[in-house]
Antibody, heavy 122, light 107 residues
Framework: EVQLLESGGGLVQPGGSLRLSCAGS????????MSWVRQAPGKGLEWVSG????????FYADSVKGRFTLSRDNSNNRLDLQMNNLRAEDTAIYYC???????????????WGQGTLVTVSS | SYVLTQSPSVSVAPGKTARITCGGD??????VHWYQQKSGQAPVLIIY???DRPSGIPERFSGSNSGNTATLTISRVEAGDEADYYC??????????FGPGTKVTVL
């Protein structure tokens, strides 16, 4: 059974930093592209960042480019999102999401974690 | 950047059919994927590549996509179908794009 378990959320002041992690199990982690998707309170879904299966390519939404860094450790089946210079508008539940293999450029998310809440407030 | 539009809400009686639309410029040339999100839960994939259902998703959920509109149809609506529904495409200018979501209320 595929499982994605996020951790690292919490309360942080504006301008601060936080590191989110996602532990994957039940599948061969190193074979799959992964992403983070967030959802602000009462709002819709927003893709944040993605990484290729090998970790050699990373992609970011314009809203977080230059502030967030995504990496992965395939030997430990872990995905990490380093978030710096956090703003109030980054307040959201952050979901780790798995992309199916060979989705051919029209990709989607076939598994999601339960999410971790990040609150940016003074 | 590519933008998707959805009606904010749809109300439907049990046993009836709900249709949720997702609009976008020439969306028919893109693959559309749909997610269901119940209150307090993570999203769940219910339709991918316009019409395909993951295992475990009831046949009551179906999708179509043509022109500037993709549609998610829920037949024989049940109380348990009450949720927010999001469409999503992958676009070269924006990577993963989600619609704003449609809240389905079962009367």
């Amino acid at each position: 059974e595929v499982q994605l378990l996020e951790s690292g959320g919490g309360l942080v002041q504006p301008g601060g930093s936080l590191r989110l992690s996602c532990a994957g199990s039940g599948f061969t982690f190193s074979n799959y592209d992964m992403s983070w998707v967030r959802q602000a309170p009462g709002k819709g879904l927003e893709w944040v960042s993605g990484i290729s299966s090998s970790g050699d390519k990373t992609f970011y939404a314009d809203s977080v480019k230059g502030r967030f860094t995504l990496s992965r450790d395939n030997s430990n089946n872990r995905l990490d999102l380093q978030m710096n210079n956090l703003r109030a508008e980054d307040t959201a539940i952050y979901y780790c999401a798995k992309v199916p293999v060979n989705c051919g450029g029209d990709c989607y998310f076939n598994y999601w974690g339960q999410g971790t809440l990040v609150t940016v407030s003074s | 950047s590519y933008v998707l539009t959805q009606s904010p809400s749809v109300s439907v009686a049990p046993g009836k059919t709900a249709r949720i639309t997702c609009g976008g410029d020439n969306i028919g040339s893109h693959s559309v994927h749909w997610y269901q999100q119940k209150s307090g839960q993570a999203p769940v994939l219910i339709i991918y590549f316009d019409t395909d259902r993951p295992s475990g998703i009831p046949e009551r959920f179906s999708g179509s996509n043509s022109g500037n509109t993709a549609t998610l149809t829920i037949s024989r609506v049940e109380a348990g179908d009450e949720a927010d529904y999001y469409c999503q495409v992958w676009h070269r200018s924006s990577d993963y794009v989600f619609g704003p979501g449609t809240k389905v209320t079962v009367l």
